[in-house]
């Protein structure tokens, strides 16, 4: 089974309005972290915010915040005030337990800014 | 502080040829991590390394794939021989401890075309 699903494989925005990406995550462990990464074009992979599993407040990161719901498993990233540069995939990932070091990644939502 | 740094950037190899990656990782980082990313499979995690110490290798496709970590700041992935099917990019990340918050920071990836 998939343990990070990203249903989104694209999305258009505006310039200047925000986005939602949705990730739901299959996991029975109650210790947990969720990541999401963005990669531009260029190809390289760059970290953009962590949750949690026992955060109790929505992590926040500048423009960036990740609207977490536990109960229904879901880490959704939003991207407030798109600009231009946002243009890229973004992947979900989760890491289980306290003691894996392993990441498992959605398959990613391809973002494109439109000015 | 530097990144994660890999090379070659790009390698373009005839099949049947020996294909060495490297990989540095961020001074102070204990794990290491070896990534491919494909089109058809998305980021699959290929073998990671904690203390130098390869931890989990169940992600290396077959025997032609091989993974050292001689020492803290170094790291080759090996494919020999070579096949068309390798191609892909290729990506190191790493971490710095045990703390589940910690994001791995990659490299910007190499890209290996197998002719």
């Known amino acids: 089974a998939q343990k990070i699903t990203q249903t989104q494989p694209g999305m258009f925005v505006q310039e200047k309005e925000a986005v939602t990406l949705d990730c739901t995550y299959d996991t029975s462990d109650q210790s947990y972290g969720l990541f999401w990464y963005k990669q531009p074009s260029s190809g390289e992979m760059i970290f953009l915010i962590y949750?949690?599993?026992?955060?109790?407040q929505n992590a926040t990161e500048g423009r960036y915040s990740l609207n977490f719901q536990k109960a229904r498993k879901s880490a959704n990233l939003v991207i407030s005030a798109s600009q231009l540069g946002d243009s890229a995939m973004y992947f979900c990932?989760?890491?289980?337990?306290?003691?894996?070091?392993?990441?498992?990644f959605g398959a990613g939502t391809t973002v494109t800014v439109r000015a | 502080d530097a990144g994660v740094i890999q090379s070659p950037r790009h390698e373009v190899t005839e099949m049947g040829q020996e294909v060495t990656l490297r990989c540095k990782p961020i001074s102070g980082h204990n794990s290491l991590f070896w990534y491919r990313q494909t089109m058809m499979r998305g980021l699959e995690l290929l073998i990671y390394f904690n203390n130098n110490v390869p931890i989990d290798d169940s992600g290396m496709p077959e025997d032609r794939f091989s993974a050292k970590m001689p020492n803290a700041s170094f790291s080759t992935l090996k494919i020999q021989p070579s096949e068309p099917r390798d191609s892909a990019v290729y990506f190191c990340a790493s971490t710095r401890d045990l703390a589940p918050n910690q994001p791995q920071h990659f490299g910007d990836g190499t890209r290996l075309s197998i002719l």
């Open positions: 949750q949690g599993s026992y955060d109790e």
């Open positions: 990932a989760m890491r289980e337990g306290s003691n894996d070091y392993k990441l498992s």
